[in-house]
């Protein structure tokens, strides 16, 4: 029989094999009446020298176990995981966001501890800053009660106007300015009567909220969510919704904290059953010539910004996207030519026929010639205009100006993706970076085919073509007081 490395894996040699062995060779070098039995002293030697040989043969069979999916454990089952892509997953804290209600500009720095009743803390993991343009709640209140004024709130850039005609008395203004927010906004509005403040909330739980507000208008507080991460471990941690409600160590500036939703639960380290099977799901799902990992792979390559295509799978040609039955377009922004060729060659599917204006050929593993289509996106040109005056409680820094212009184009540039429609009310908070900003009317937005074509402003979203792709420039930021 055949022991090690065999067609049918690795098979360890039996110690009654290698004693055989042994004793076979004694009695071909010494003789056939040498002593080999078990009671002999040549005999417990040769048990000895076996016990030795049989230890190397269990290592070497370990080491071939560590090299199969199957029987491998712990570190080396890591080790093939890291081959497929994969590392193990972690043992975790529950996770969640904490809300923070304070004044504007507080800072809370990344591991800020907060605990519930019972003491557990859990640690932000991420720092951040209450900013009245990026935040997830504003509290209002009057700052004075005068007859015949205006009193105006702005969500996302549609305002609320009240005017308090005569005798009007604190809670009516508020009344009053509730109904009208409902009006202008869907975002939810709660007045409390008892406090004398009116709530404006986001609808989801994201940090997506803008408000501004007239100068005879408070604004009280700022709440922003942080993601947040129990110091315990392990999937038995959990936290009901309201029960994180104190901070650690106070931070001055910070009214409140409390998780508004239950924490999803931590885990324990995953298991080496767990981790195959993971293994085992990545590699049925995992191709090279599907719509979504072309474009992830065109993304990898070099100065390529952006990568999309458009698919028509039918029998007819698609008027609209102008892409012929049964083929496919990619358009791809930045990046050379050739390599880019050689990305779309290498994870093409086995049907449907390339598209584009663009055409390279290369040189495949058998030598032939192959050719590849493929299109740079259209570019249009984005612009944005925004009235502002300087707020006197802020300090607004010499160049405040040249500041909101490279942030409005900062934003354009890094945030929005191909094809993402030019929504003014997003321009707001990169606008409120700049301290003691105070925008006075909505922002206004416009898309020219050229940079020096006269732009059409819009107070309203501008729909941007799948395949285009807006260019931000300072010089078409235009910024007044």
């Given at each position: 029989m055949s022991y090690g490395v065999t067609d049918k894996g690795f098979i360890p040699k039996p110690k009654q094999a290698i004693i055989d062995e042994i004793v076979e060779e004694l009695k071909i070098g010494l003789g056939e009446e040498f002593p080999t039995n078990p009671e002999s002293v040549a005999g417990q030697i040769i048990q000895i020298i076996a016990a030795s040989a049989k230890d190397n043969w269990d290592l070497s069979e370990a080491v071939a176990f560590t090299q199969n999916?199957?029987?491998?454990?712990?570190?080396?089952?890591?080790?093939?995981?890291?081959i497929a892509g994969l590392t193990r997953i972690k043992q975790s804290g529950s996770t969640g966001s904490i809300l923070f209600t304070g004044d504007q500009n507080t800072f809370i720095p990344q591991f800020t501890a907060c605990k519930d009743a019972e003491g557990r803390a859990v640690l932000t993991q991420v720092e951040h800053t209450l900013n009245r343009a990026n935040c997830y709640q504003s509290v209002f209140s009057l700052n004075s009660v005068q007859d015949n004024t205006a009193y105006s709130i702005s969500v996302e850039g549609s305002t609320a106007t009240y005017n308090s005609g005569l005798g009007s008395t604190e809670l009516n203004i508020l009344q009053g300015l509730e109904i009208q927010l409902n009006t202008v906004t869907s975002f939810p509005v709660v007045l409390d009567t008892n406090a004398l403040t009116i709530t404006i909330t986001f609808p989801s739980f994201n940090n997506e909220l803008t408000t501004t507000n007239s100068s005879n208008i408070n604004?009280?507080?700022?709440?922003?969510?942080?993601?947040?991460?129990?110091?315990?471990?392990?999937?038995?941690v959990n936290f009901d919704a309201n029960t994180i409600t104190t901070l650690v160590t106070s931070i001055l500036g910070i009214q409140s904290v409390t998780n508004l939703v239950a924490f999803q639960n931590g885990r324990d380290t995953e298991t080496d059953a767990e981790l195959r099977q993971r293994m085992d799901e990545r590699?049925?799902?995992t191709g090279t010539a599907t719509k979504p990992s072309i474009e992830t792979a065109l993304s990898q390559v070099n100065g390529v910004t952006s990568a999309y295509i458009v698919v028509n799978d039918t029998l007819v040609d698609d008027t609209?996207?102008?892409?012929?039955?049964?083929?496919?377009?990619?358009?791809?922004?930045?990046?050379?030519?050739?390599?880019?060729?050689?990305?779309?060659?290498?994870?093409?599917?086995l049907f449907g026929?390339?598209?584009?204006?663009?055409e390279k050929t290369i040189i495949d593993q058998n030598g032939d010639t192959q050719g590849v289509k493929f299109s740079r996106p259209t570019t249009e040109y984005a612009w944005v205009r925004a009235v502002y005056s300087i707020n006197e409680e802020e300090q607004f820094p010499a160049d405040g100006e040249d500041r909101m212009r490279n942030a409005v184009v900062n934003y354009g540039l890094t945030q929005m993706d191909q094809?993402?429609?030019?929504?003014?009310?997003?321009?707001?908070?990169?606008?409120?970076?700049?301290?003691?900003?105070?925008?006075?009317?909505?922002?206004q937005v416009a898309v020219t085919a050229s940079p020096t074509d006269t732009p059409a402003w819009s107070l309203?979203?501008?729909?941007?073509?799948?395949?285009?792709?807006?260019?931000?420039?300072?010089?078409?930021?235009?910024?007044?007081?």
């Open positions: 999916r199957e029987t491998a454990e712990g570190q080396y089952l890591d080790f093939l995981a890291r604004l009280d507080s700022v709440g922003g969510l942080v993601s947040s991460e129990s110091a315990l471990t392990g999937n038995e590699e049925e799902s609209v996207t102008g892409v012929p039955r049964k083929h496919y377009e990619t358009f791809v922004a930045g990046g050379d030519e050739n390599e880019i060729a050689e990305v779309l060659h290498t994870t093409k599917p026929q390339m598209h584009g204006d663009i094809g993402d429609d030019l929504e003014p009310t997003k321009f707001f908070a990169p606008l409120y970076s700049v301290q003691g900003v105070y925008i006075q009317s909505n922002i309203v979203r501008i729909p941007v073509n799948d395949v285009s792709s807006l260019d931000f420039d300072v010089s078409r930021v235009i910024i007044t007081t």
